[in-house]
């Protein structure tokens, strides 16, 4: 099985030997973020913004360690499961303190994974395979399954659209209290001003080493301030003057000018992830997928990832959702669907398809400048194509607002990091905007999702990834490598897609 080498060299998050971790409490750090996050509640959200921030406040039963296998959390071992892979049994931790002082147990549990299913696009996902959850006793919670579910470890372990374990008593779907079990719990919000995070004294960390976003966490700090700079170039310069102790999402080109500062050094992940465009599938002139696939056709994907990220030093075109060396890598469905720049060709299928002048709304945000870069290439070329383009900038919180609503967009542009499990895929999921739900994408991803057998899920993958092509519900763009700024008076920050600090310490 090919090994995902070049990505966990690159990003791995490092265990750090106990010996080094011998440091003091003490101190604020402050952390420069794309934005201010739509909502503190990591469940009914798939923005990496809101992941960020909430994985240091809220906790889920399993997370991902550094070679990205689920390990556990809040559980207390991986679960154990049936001969038939349909009854999965959680042990939980024992001793573990919600920030109001109550303990956790698995009527919490139990009562929050309903919530998750209820409210949550990756729980919804889930959901249609679950029987039941309930509590066999306080400690153990177990989960019934209509059929096998490969994924559902991994999408109990993810920090996106997250299956967050709180209070049974603290269920309604709108959250307006804020406790969970994490190592800091929210002290203040001051809309597009800080969010204030300060050490849970009741934390009961993991034993042993930490192991990339799983094993033990340290609060070395006294308080996390997350701070909004929604410009790039700001969050450049605050970089390279050293204001900020950690700045997220840097432009690619500010590599060299960040690795000259004194105050602060970059983190490169190489690669990171891709830019997508996802397509309104359910309403407006891209519910028509010839009309999609006249889109694609008249996109040029090299000119769109040379505009954002310039050289190939920081991304390569690739048309496989996943690169070479990940296992799920596979071409199927790719020759003769991707960076076609055939705006002639697309003009005449786009005519073929019914299409008429309707504005097609890309919804995009310079928080993300790599974003609009794309989206105004786009543009360049779907003009060419003869469509009518109304290009609608906005910051990325009303972004995520937005593209909830089937009425007010037809493509917005997102990216993702590479995931473990690719059932982590929002858009295979048909309540993530977007809605991708045709026959073609539920044969293919139950078909998938139900196989146990790792290498009979590789073939699998690769039906998906046709499929993905055949109905175009999004368009990859390509592999791209990140940028983020570290302050050198910072420690124990591993390069990672969505930085954590409970690591973190400042140097004495």
């Given at each position: 099985?090919?090994?995902?080498?070049?990505?966990?060299?690159?990003?791995?998050?490092?265990?750090?030997?106990?010996?080094?971790?011998?440091?003091?409490?003490?101190?604020?750090?402050?952390?420069?973020?794309?934005?201010?996050?739509?909502?503190?509640?990591?469940?009914?959200?798939?923005?990496?913004?809101?992941?960020?921030?909430?994985?240091?406040?809220?906790?889920?039963?399993?997370?991902?360690?550094?070679?990205?296998?689920?390990?556990?959390?809040?559980?207390?071992?991986?679960?154990?499961?049936?001969?038939?892979?349909?009854?999965?049994?959680?042990?939980?931790?024992?001793?573990?303190?919600?920030?109001?002082?109550?303990?956790?147990?698995?009527?919490?549990?139990?009562?929050?994974?309903?919530?998750?299913?209820?409210?949550?696009?990756?729980?919804?996902?889930?959901?249609?395979?679950?029987?039941?959850?309930?509590?066999?006793?306080?400690?153990?919670?177990?989960?019934?399954?209509?059929?096998?579910?490969?994924?559902?470890?991994?999408?109990?372990?993810?920090?996106?659209?997250?299956?967050?374990?709180?209070?049974?008593?603290?269920?309604?779907?709108?959250?307006?209290?804020f406790v969970g079990t994490g190592p800091y719990m929210l002290k203040e919000r001051k809309a597009d001003q800080y969010i204030q995070l300060a050490r849970f004294d009741g934390y009961k960390p993991r034993e042993?080493?930490?192991?990339?976003?799983?094993?033990?966490?340290?609060?070395?700090?006294?308080?996390?301030?997350?701070?909004?700079?929604?410009?790039?170039?700001?969050?450049?310069?605050?970089?390279?003057?050293?204001?900020?102790?950690?700045?997220?999402?840097?432009?690619?080109?500010?590599?060299?000018?960040?690795?000259?500062?004194?105050?602060?050094?970059?983190?490169?992940?190489?690669?990171?992830?891709?830019?997508?465009?996802?397509?309104?599938?359910?309403?407006?002139?891209?519910?028509?997928?010839?009309?999609?696939?006249?889109?694609?056709?008249?996109?040029?994907?090299?000119?769109?990832?040379?505009?954002?990220?310039?050289?190939?030093?920081?991304?390569?075109?690739?048309?496989?959702?996943?690169?070479?060396?990940?296992?799920?890598?596979?071409?199927?469905?790719?020759?003769?669907?991707?960076?076609?720049?055939?705006?002639?060709?697309?003009?005449?299928?786009?005519?073929?398809?019914?299409?008429?002048?309707?504005?097609?709304?890309?919804?995009?945000?310079?928080?993300?400048?790599?974003?609009?870069?794309?989206?105004?290439?786009?543009?360049?070329?779907?003009?060419?194509?003869?469509?009518?383009?109304?290009?609608?900038?906005?910051?990325?919180?009303?972004?995520?607002?937005?593209?909830?609503?089937?009425?007010?967009?037809?493509?917005?542009?997102?990216?993702?990091?590479?995931?473990?499990?690719?059932?982590?895929?929002?858009?295979?999921?048909?309540?993530?905007?977007?809605?991708?739900?045709?026959?073609?994408?539920?044969?293919?991803?139950?078909?998938?999702?139900?196989?146990?057998?790792?290498?009979?899920?590789?073939?699998?993958?690769?039906?998906?990834?046709?499929?993905?092509?055949?109905?175009?519900?999004?368009?990859?763009?390509?592999?791209?490598?990140?940028?983020?700024?570290?302050?050198?008076?910072?420690?124990?920050?591993?390069?990672?897609?969505?930085?954590?600090?409970?690591?973190?310490?400042?140097?004495?």
């Amino acid at each position: 099985m090919r090994l995902k080498l070049a990505f966990l060299v690159a990003t791995a998050l490092v265990a750090t030997p106990s010996f080094l971790m011998a440091q003091e409490k003490g101190g604020v750090i402050n952390v420069a973020t794309i934005g201010e996050p739509p909502t503190l509640d990591p469940m009914v959200s798939t923005a990496d913004l809101v992941g960020i921030v909430t994985q240091h406040i809220f906790e889920t039963l399993y997370t991902f360690d550094k070679n990205w296998k689920v390990t556990p959390l809040l559980a207390e071992s991986l679960p154990e499961i049936s001969a038939d892979g349909k009854t999965y049994t959680i042990k939980l931790r024992t001793g573990i303190k919600f920030h109001d002082g109550s303990d956790m147990t698995s009527e919490d549990v139990v009562a929050s994974l309903e919530r998750w299913k209820k409210l949550a696009s990756r729980g919804k996902q889930a959901a249609g395979f679950i029987e039941g959850i309930a509590a066999a006793d306080p400690a153990t919670v177990t989960i019934t399954l209509k059929q096998p579910y490969a994924p559902l470890a991994s999408l109990l372990a993810f920090n996106n659209s997250a299956a967050i374990i709180i209070p049974a008593e603290k269920q309604a779907d709108t959250m307006t209290d804020f406790v969970g079990t994490g190592p800091y719990m929210l002290k203040e919000r001051k809309a597009d001003q800080y969010i204030q995070l300060a050490r849970f004294d009741g934390y009961k960390p993991r034993e042993g080493e930490s192991d990339g976003y799983g094993g033990a966490r340290h609060q070395y700090l006294d308080e996390i301030r997350f701070v909004p700079v929604p410009d790039p170039n700001t969050r450049v310069e605050a970089a390279v003057s050293g204001q900020y102790d950690y700045v997220d999402s840097l432009p690619v080109e500010s590599f060299d000018k960040l690795k000259a500062s004194q105050a602060t050094q970059p983190l490169l992940l190489k690669p990171f992830g891709y830019p997508v465009f996802v397509f309104n599938t359910a309403e407006g002139a891209a519910k028509n997928v010839e009309v999609r696939k006249a889109i694609r056709q008249a996109l040029s994907m090299e000119d769109m990832m040379a505009a954002a990220f310039g050289g190939t030093d920081f991304y390569a075109l690739n048309g496989n959702i996943y690169p070479s060396n990940y296992v799920w890598s596979t071409d199927a469905g790719v020759e003769g669907n991707y960076n076609a720049a055939d705006p002639e060709g697309a003009a005449a299928a786009a005519k073929a398809a019914g299409y008429n002048g309707e504005p097609i709304r890309i919804l995009t945000s310079r928080q993300y400048e790599f974003h609009y870069k794309m989206a105004q290439v786009a543009a360049e070329y779907l003009k060419l194509a003869g469509f009518t383009v109304d290009m609608q900038v906005v910051d990325w919180a009303t972004l995520t607002q937005r593209r909830a609503d089937k009425a007010l967009w037809d493509i917005y542009i997102t990216h993702s990091p590479f995931l473990p499990e690719p059932a982590l895929i929002g858009s295979l999921s048909t309540s993530s905007p977007g809605w991708w739900d045709t026959p073609t994408r539920k044969a293919a991803v139950d078909a998938f999702t139900s196989e146990v057998d790792p290498d009979k899920r590789v073939a699998l993958w690769a039906d998906v990834q046709k499929a993905i092509y055949a109905d175009v519900p999004f368009m990859k763009i390509g592999d791209f490598n990140a940028v983020a700024a570290v302050s050198t008076k910072l420690e124990g920050v591993d390069p990672a897609p969505w930085p954590y600090f409970w690591n973190a310490s400042i140097k004495k």
